[in-house]
């Protein structure tokens, strides 16, 4: 089955911040996931580059736009690099692929007289590239972002948005699971009943350089917006029948909350006017701040994810962000908080339980995996891994990772706990045979947390395979979650130290 994801397409006005990187390790997650289940899966994800906000954010810099935008685009790669993303691709709207499918689709656009020419008359803020009504401004501050909103007449093109009003509300209600988290929905909804209206698609040229030029009329240039959301298709070969065909719909776009409406309204309303069905499923997440407050530049909160992962590895920044906040709410980064879970959770439950497991096998069986003793026991251990696997699957289905990674730290707690219980140490001295059993049953475990893990900690996951001397290749793997498949006789060495205390 073919699986297709996408993140949103950061700005390059600026470097990436931890904001950004929630955004990509979520959905990097869940492409991680959906190869594991032997799924054919694109994970596309990329930079935005047009707009009066990278122009401005250049001539700050003092810098050539396309310089700037090269820079910034390459300090996002190598940051996806360092956190493991494993992408399929990364598509920059200036581009050529892209610019030739924005082309092709405000032509069909406008021959179909779903764009128009009018007068256009309201508020610019260039920070969320984003018009606003005269209605919903006061004192000239933008109501997302808080800054000074700039005073816009000009000619315009505009989309008839105002057309798919019904037709997009009868989508939303038909198709609950489109807009998730399911309490995000009613907002959508409300919006829409109030009315949509048509939707300003462009900028003149002289106020907006740095942007693609509508094919029809070269005095205007093209909203941001809507040049950046085609990406999804331009990404996909929309005009290639077959291998868009394959590709789309979209199975999942990762976004954050801010930027739902122009996913969840302008995005298929696009979509319905060129005749394509719209994505499967849209799904917002909540918001990182820094001490309840929004992280900006200019207050210089702006938590740097390269920093924590040069500390703490890729690993440890993947689990904190997916594990401290339920995946979909807003959550405040701590410091502290980050350390503690990292010694807590990492260094100790998981590393220590490593540790434990293969200093054990090296001291009472030469580091030679043992038979299996069939001492007819109740097996907990596989019982409660057997109990946890479902509960895991649903967890995916229902994007709830916080909920995952707590299953998965039960099985790792349980397995600690089984140490404690069964005290092999005490069954070496009596030289009870039911040692093999216990000492089987915990390598068992740790190649099952191996694999659960893999999403979340892929270097972690690859450590503890490595030295189970096991690495089953992906279209394989969801077999691979069922117990007793570790082989006896096979010698293991060399544990590594997971996460150092810190
Ligand atoms: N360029 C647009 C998206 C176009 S998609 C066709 C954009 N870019 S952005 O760089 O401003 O934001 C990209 C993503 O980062 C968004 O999903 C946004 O929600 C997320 N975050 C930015 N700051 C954030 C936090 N402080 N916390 C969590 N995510 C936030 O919007």
């Known amino acids: 089955m073919k699986f297709y994801l996408t993140t949103p397409l950061y700005y390059v006005n600026d470097v990436p911040h931890i904001g950004h990187a929630y955004t990509e390790v979520a ?23 047009h707009g009066q906000k990278i122009e401005k954010a250049a001539i700050q810099a003092n810098k050539p736009i396309a310089e700037m935008v090269q820079e910034n685009a390459e300090k996002f790669k190598k940051l996806w690099n360092k956190l493991n993303i494993s992408y399929d691709d990364f598509i920059r709207t200036t581009e050529d692929r892209h610019i030739q499918v924005v082309n092709k689709v405000l032509n069909i656009l406008f021959e179909n007289n779903d764009i128009y020419k009018d007068k256009y008359e309201g508020w610019y803020c260039v920070s969320c590239e984003s018009f606003f009504p005269p209605t919903q401004i006061k004192e000239k501050k933008c109501p997302d972002c808080l800054r000074e909103v700039e005073w816009v007449v000009e000619d315009a093109y505009f989309f008839r948005l105002s057309k798919y009003q019904n037709q997009l509300l009868e989508f939303i209600q038909r198709n609950p699971d489109f807009i998730l988290p399911r309490f995000r929905c009613q907002e959508i909804i409300n919006f829409i009943k109030q009315g949509l209206k048509d939707l300003n698609i462009s900028r003149r040229r002289e106020k907006n350089e740095w942007a693609i030029p509508l094919p029809f009329d070269q005095q205007y240039n093209l909203y941001v917006w809507v040049d950046a959301l085609i990406n999804y298709i331009s990404a996909i070969d929309f005009g290639n029948k077959e291998k868009f065909n394959y590709w789309w719909p979209c199975d999942i776009h990762f976004i954050g909350k801010d930027i739902l409406k122009f996913h969840a309204i302008i995005w298929p309303a696009l979509l319905f006017a060129l005749g394509i069905e719209p994505p499967r499923k849209i799904f917002a997440h909540g918001w990182w701040l820094v001490n309840g407050e929004k992280m900006s530049k200019s207050k210089g909160n702006a938590v740097d994810p390269e920093s924590f992962v040069d500390n703490f590895g890729a690993d440890s920044f993947r689990y904190f962000i997916l594990r401290h906040v339920p995946f979909g709410l807003d959550g405040d980064f701590s410091y502290s908080a980050f ?19 293969s200093g054990m096998l090296e001291k009472y069986f030469f580091n030679k995996i043992p038979e299996k003793f069939d001492d007819n026991q109740d097996n907990l251990l596989q019982e409660l891994i057997e109990e946890k696997i479902p509960l895991i699957e649903k967890g995916y289905e229902e994007l709830a990772y916080h909920h995952i990674l707590d299953y998965i730290w039960e099985i790792i707690s349980a397995m600690n706990k089984y140490i404690e219980e069964t005290a ?41 395979t490595n030295f189970l001397g096991e690495i089953p290749p992906h279209k394989q793997r969801r077999e691979q979650l069922s117990w007793g498949i570790l082989p006896a006789g096979r010698i293991l060495k060399n544990a590594q130290v997971l996460f150092p205390r810190k």
């Open 424 to 464: 092999p140490w005490e069954l070496a001295k009596k030289k009870k045979n039911s040692l093999n059993g216990v000492i089987y049953n915990l390598l068992e475990g740790l190649r099952i947390v191996s694999l659960l893990i893999y999403p979340f900690l892929p270097e972690t996951s690859e450590k503890i």
């Open 339 to 357: 350390v503690q879970r990292y010694n807590a959770e990492l260094a100790n439950d998981l590393g220590n339980l490593f540790l434990r497991i």
């Open 27 to 49: 959905s990097d997650v869940f492409a991680r996931w959906q190869r594991f289940l032997g799924n054919d899966v694109f994970f596309l994800t990329g930079t935005d580059e």
